[in-house]
Every structure is written in structure tokens, then in C-alpha cells.
């Protein structure tokens, strides 16, 4: 399949994490899935809690025709009411099964459900399934779904009870059961439910984890792929089941989300979301604008951040600018601008990077890059600092002032409206001290940027996700405190 009548951009947003560098791992994989297709013009990640971030993600997108795949296993609170809100879409609550499509800022943009909900995920249940017991079915064996499960939204669970039922019509298993970690039915409870003698679980979980690594097998007394349980009777003999029934095998497969079939699900959320009609043409004039202006000044040699840009017969070095004058020989060659990511997603102590921007760039790397490679390798390096900054050396970068951010916050994040001013600047000179961003949010002047030869000087249009957890922190009393960070 492949699209032809326009140029298209497909953004997969996911939500990261301050803390982890792993929580965008599932992402970062099926974006290169679908990206090594060439089905898509390009194929954009976005995070809530790394960058891009969603306030920027649409910044980097270089095409009008834009679809948004929330990359979560089911609705709620983030699909329903953060992505919507941050992405300046005018949506809130319940996203119909058609999608959501805007015109914002000559884009059309369409937002879709999350990829959990689609009904091709009963297949990959199935397939999950069957890699650990690939007999599963009949009389003797039992399937249970697991979800995560909350009280906060009655929608996390609901497609996990969806897929079960959808299964339990089809009469493949002897019994189709979805339980929760967190919410009645509770899957700790299984062995009082479940009659067969080999029980198939499958965690609807998006990625592996915690929960899939560690709570389950740990709350289970499950020893691996297969665990074998002896006679119910000593834990609860199951209603229906025959006296003194025998032992009971648990085969536990890995969670859904991990599964490589997610890619074409996501691949159909995207075709289903087509309905809305064009506007514009096919490339966003500040945008090519932006790169058009980096790439003839990478073409002479180019400073940005703690990088240097150099140009070598039709291909372009970029290193860490303290490495300049080093032996090629010494340094760690990266010819891909996925390879340069993930060896510049930590510091040198192997620490997590959720802002690009901060001054702990690790050193050692040289990447060797087409000219077609590059402006992806900068996105990878510095994401949306192109697009701000030439918005900023043009003077048309529209900055967002700290009381119009804290009064989008909900959740857990509302505290910080409560933030005083003092607290507000505390916070930013510890936190935004260690950053090369000018913060223009705040009044700070920024009057010239590396696109006119000062490479630090780049512009903060908004406070980040990063501040925003931090200043919570600060107005809850437990900023600096061991275990008081939530994100």
C-alpha cells in the first residue's frame, strides 16, 4: 500500500518519561517499522514527557497532511484529554470511532483512537497466545487477558472486556476470562474462576515492564514461560470444578503492544483516518523555509548547541563540538540518525536525556550522514530547535507565558497553578540553569540564534514538560526528596 495523491506525515505519540529511557523504546521500534515500509512521507515520534513534545510535535512535521496515532493500549485520560489539549486539536473527551480531523495552521490533522482499541488487536491476542502454547484452544485450556485496569476511567478497562467477549463468542478456548491488576476482577484471584487444566495469560500491556517483568510473574508465583500449579484445593477449589481436580499449567505469553502485527494496526488507524479533506498543498512554507536555511549554512560548516556540523564531499560529520580536532579514530562512527539516537539518549554516566537541550551531551561519537540523513539526525539531536529558532531569528516564534501554561494543566499537574512567581523562578534557575535554552516564556531576550552564528543561542518557547513535574514537586513540599518525583 502506498500513498500517492499527496505527501503525508505520520506522528506516533507516546508518553516517555523523565525518569526512564526505556518507556519510548516501543515507540521509537515501530516507528522505524513503519518508516523502513515507506508507506509514509515521514514518520515523526512525539512524547508528554520527553521530546519532541507534544507542543512541538506538529512544529516538526514537514508535510500539511498529518495523522496522530496515540500509542496507548487503551482510551483515557491521555488519549481522551492530554494529547487532544496539548496538541491544540479542540477535542476533548471520547474520540469517535472515525477519528477526529482539524485544520490547524494549514495542516489537516487527524487524530485517531489508540491503536489498543482497534479490533485487529483480537488477532494479536491470539498470536500471543499461541507463541507460548502454540495448541492453544479446546476443552482443556483457558485464556486470561490481563489488564492493567483503574478506577479513574472506566474506559481502561473496557476493551480489555471487549476483546475477551469477542473471544468467547469465537469458542476457540474453554474459558475467556479478563482480569485486572488494579480493579475487580482481579487476576490474583484466577485460581477460584479458572477450571482447565492449562491457562494461556496474555498481558494487555504495551510494552514490557514492570507490571509484565516483575508485578505479575511476582503476584503469580509464575516461575517463567510455563508454571505448573498443583491441586486446587489447597488454594480454593474453582465453582464447578470436579472434587480434587489435578494440577494446572500457566503458560504467560508477552504483552501485545510488543507484538510486530501492532505496526500494521497502526498502519490501518491510519488509512481508516483519511475522510477529512485537504487544505494547502503539500509542504508547510516555514518549515522548508527553516531547512532550507539550516541546510545551506550546514553546507559551509555549522555550530548548533554543543554539536559541530561539517561538511565532506556530499556527506556531513557531526561530533560534539569539544571533540573538535580529535582522531576520527578515537571517536565512535554512527552512520545512521537512529544509531546517533541511541547512543546520544544518555549521558556519560548513563543517565536518561529527556531534554535534548541540557548541557550533559555525551562525548566520544562522530556520525557520518547523507545529506538526505541529516536534517533527521539534528531532529534526533535537537528536536524542533530548527523550526523555533528560525521562527525566533525571524522574529515570528510565538512564545507562551508561564500563568497560560500552568492554567492547561489537569491531573495531578493543576497543583502547579498554585505556584507562586517566586517558586515559579526558583525552580527554572536550578532546572533551566543547566540548559542551553533562552527562556523567552519567561521575558528573557534572545536577540540573535545560532542561525545567525551563536550556537547556544536557542530559544525556550514554552516551559517544558521537565519544569512543569518539577515546579509540582516544589509547591507539594517534596522537590529534593527521595522517591517525590512522579514523573
Same mark, same amino acid.
Given at each position: $500500500?502506498?500513498?500517492?495523491?499527496?505527501?503525508?506525515?505520520?506522528?506516533?505519540?507516546?508518553?516517555?518519561?523523565?525518569?526512564?529511557? =526505556?518507556?519510548?523504546?516501543?515507540?521509537?521500534?515501530?516507528?522505524?517499522?513503519?518508516?523502513?515500509?515507506?508507506?509514509?512521507?515521514?514518520?515523526?515520534? *512525539?512524547?508528554?514527557?520527553?521530546?519532541?513534545?507534544?507542543? %512541538?510535535?506538529?512544529?516538526?512535521?514537514?508535510?500539511?497532511?498529518?495523522?496522530?496515532?496515540?500509542?496507548?493500549?487503551?482510551?483515557?485520560?491521555?488519549?481522551?484529554?492530554?494529547?487532544?489539549?496539548?496538541?491544540?486539536?479542540?477535542?476533548?473527551?471520547?474520540?469517535?470511532? &472515525?477519528?477526529?480531523?482539524?485544520? !490547524?495552521?494549514?495542516?489537516?490533522?487527524?487524530?485517531?483512537?489508540?491503536?489498543?482499541?482497534?479490533?485487529?488487536?483480537?488477532?494479536?491476542?491470539?498470536?500471543?497466545?499461541?507463541? @507460548?502454547? /502454540?495448541?492453544?484452544?479446546?476443552?482443556?485450556?483457558? !485464556?486470561?487477558?490481563?489488564?492493567?485496569?483503574?478506577?479513574? +476511567?472506566?474506559?481502561?478497562?473496557?476493551?480489555?472486556?471487549? +476483546?475477551?467477549?469477542?473471544?468467547?463468542?469465537?469458542?476457540?478456548?474453554?474459558? @475467556?476470562?479478563?482480569?485486572?491488576?488494579?480493579? &475487580?476482577?482481579?487476576?490474583?484471584?484466577?485460581?477460584?474462576?479458572?477450571?482447565?487444566?492449562?491457562?494461556?495469560?496474555?498481558?494487555?500491556?504495551?510494552?514490557?515492564?514492570?507490571?509484565?517483568?516483575?508485578?505479575?510473574?511476582?503476584?503469580?508465583?509464575?516461575?517463567?514461560?510455563?508454571? #505448573?500449579?498443583?491441586?486446587?484445593?489447597?488454594?480454593?477449589?474453582?465453582?464447578?470444578?470436579?472434587?480434587?481436580?489435578? =494440577?494446572?499449567?500457566?503458560?504467560?505469553?508477552?504483552?501485545?503492544?510488543?507484538?510486530?502485527? @501492532?505496526?500494521? #494496526?497502526?498502519?490501518?488507524?491510519? =488509512? =481508516?483516518?483519511? *475522510?477529512?479533506?485537504?487544505?494547502?498543498?503539500?509542504? %508547510?512554507?516555514?518549515?522548508?523555509?527553516?531547512?532550507?536555511?539550516?541546510?545551506?549554512?550546514?553546507?559551509?560548516?555549522?555550530? $548548533?548547541?554543543?554539536?559541530?556540523?561539517?561538511?565532506?564531499?556530499?556527506?556531513?560529520?557531526?561530533?560534539?563540538?569539544?571533540?573538535?580536532?580529535?582522531?576520527?579514530?578515537? !571517536?565512535?562512527?554512527?552512520?545512521?540518525?537512529?544509531?546517533?539516537?541511541?547512543?546520544?539518549?544518555?549521558?556519560?554516566?548513563?543517565?536518561?536525556? /529527556?531534554?535534548?537541550?541540557?548541557?550533559?551531551?555525551?562525548?566520544?561519537?562522530?556520525?557520518?550522514?547523507? &545529506?538526505?540523513?541529516?536534517?533527521?539526525?539534528?531532529?534526533?539531536?535537537?528536536?524542533?530547535?530548527?523550526?523555533?529558532?528560525?521562527?525566533?531569528?525571524?522574529?515570528?516564534?510565538?512564545?507562551?507565558?508561564? /500563568?497560560?501554561?500552568?492554567?492547561? %494543566?489537569?491531573?495531578?499537574?493543576?497543583?502547579?497553578?498554585?505556584?507562586?512567581?517566586?517558586?515559579?523562578?526558583? #525552580?527554572?534557575?536550578?532546572?533551566?540553569?543547566?540548559?542551553?535554552?533562552?527562556?523567552?516564556?519567561?521575558?528573557?531576550?534572545?536577540? %540573535?540564534?545560532?542561525?545567525?552564528? #551563536?550556537?547556544?543561542?536557542?530559544?525556550?518557547?514554552?516551559?517544558?514538560?521537565?519544569?512543569?513535574?518539577?515546579?509540582?514537586?516544589?509547591?507539594?513540599?517534596?522537590?529534593?526528596?527521595?522517591?517525590?518525583?512522579?514523573?
Amino acid at each position: $500500500m502506498a500513498y500517492t495523491d499527496c505527501m503525508r506525515s505520520l506522528v506516533l505519540v507516546g508518553h516517555g518519561s523523565h525518569l526512564n529511557s =526505556e518507556s519510548a523504546a516501543a515507540v521509537y521500534r515501530y516507528a522505524e517499522l513503519i518508516r523502513s515500509r515507506g508507506l509514509f512521507d515521514e514518520v515523526v515520534e *512525539g512524547y508528554w514527557k520527553e521530546e519532541p513534545s507534544l507542543r %512541538q510535535v506538529l512544529k516538526t512535521c514537514t508535510y500539511t497532511d498529518v495523522t496522530i496515532i496515540p500509542m496507548f493500549i487503551s482510551e483515557g485520560y491521555f488519549t481522551e484529554t492530554v494529547i487532544p489539549r496539548e496538541m491544540g486539536l479542540g477535542h476533548q473527551g471520547a474520540v469517535p470511532r &472515525e477519528g477526529v480531523a482539524r485544520s !490547524l495552521g494549514g495542516r489537516t490533522v487527524r487524530y485517531t483512537l489508540p491503536y489498543g482499541v482497534h479490533p485487529a488487536m483480537t488477532e494479536v491476542i491470539l498470536e500471543r497466545a499461541r507463541e @507460548v502454547l /502454540p495448541d492453544a484452544g479446546g476443552d482443556d485450556t483457558a !485464556l486470561i487477558i490481563i489488564g492493567h485496569g483503574t478506577t479513574r +476511567n472506566e474506559n481502561s478497562n473496557k476493551v480489555v472486556h471487549q +476483546n475477551a467477549e469477542l473471544l468467547r463468542q469465537r469458542g476457540i478456548f474453554s474459558e @475467556v476470562h479478563a482480569l485486572f491488576l488494579d480493579e &475487580e476482577p482481579k487476576v490474583t484471584g484466577w485460581r477460584e474462576k479458572v477450571h482447565a487444566k492449562r491457562v494461556v495469560m496474555v498481558p494487555f500491556f504495551a510494552s514490557e515492564g514492570w507490571h509484565t517483568l516483575e508485578t505479575i510473574p511476582e503476584d503469580l508465583d509464575l516461575e517463567g514461560t510455563v508454571t #505448573v500449579f498443583s491441586s486446587q484445593i489447597e488454594a480454593g477449589q474453582a465453582e464447578g470444578a470436579p472434587e480434587g481436580a489435578g =494440577e494446572q499449567t500457566v503458560y504467560y505469553g508477552k504483552p501485545v503492544g510488543t507484538h510486530p502485527a @501492532v505496526a500494521d #494496526v497502526i498502519v490501518q488507524l491510519a =488509512e =481508516e483516518a483519511r *475522510g477529512a479533506s485537504l487544505v494547502g498543498g503539500d509542504r %508547510q512554507s516555514d518549515h522548508r523555509a527553516a531547512w532550507d536555511v539550516f541546510m545551506n549554512l550546514a553546507r559551509g560548516g555549522l555550530r $548548533m548547541g554543543e554539536i559541530m556540523v561539517t561538511p565532506h564531499g556530499g556527506l556531513f560529520e557531526v561530533r560534539h563540538a569539544l571533540d573538535e580536532g580529535r582522531s576520527s579514530e578515537t !571517536l565512535t562512527t554512527l552512520v545512521t540518525p537512529d544509531g546517533l539516537r541511541d547512543h546520544t539518549r544518555l549521558t556519560e554516566s548513563g543517565e536518561h536525556r /529527556p531534554v535534548h537541550t541540557l548541557r550533559n551531551l555525551r562525548r566520544g561519537w562522530r556520525a557520518v550522514l547523507s &545529506e538526505e540523513d541529516l536534517p533527521r539526525a539534528i531532529h534526533t539531536l535537537y528536536p524542533a530547535v530548527v523550526e523555533e529558532g528560525y521562527a525566533c531569528q525571524t522574529h515570528a516564534l510565538r512564545s507562551t507565558p508561564w /500563568p497560560t501554561t500552568a492554567r492547561r %494543566q489537569t491531573g495531578i499537574y493543576g497543583k502547579v497553578q498554585q505556584a507562586t512567581p517566586a517558586q515559579v523562578e526558583h #525552580v527554572a534557575e536550578e532546572v533551566c540553569g543547566g540548559c542551553l535554552k533562552t527562556r523567552v516564556w519567561a521575558g528573557q531576550r534572545l536577540n %540573535q540564534t545560532f542561525f545567525g552564528g #551563536v550556537p547556544g543561542a536557542i530559544p525556550c518557547a514554552e516551559a517544558c514538560t521537565f519544569l512543569v513535574a518539577e515546579i509540582r514537586e516544589e509547591v507539594a513540599g517534596k522537590r529534593g526528596q527521595a522517591g517525590g518525583h512522579s514523573h
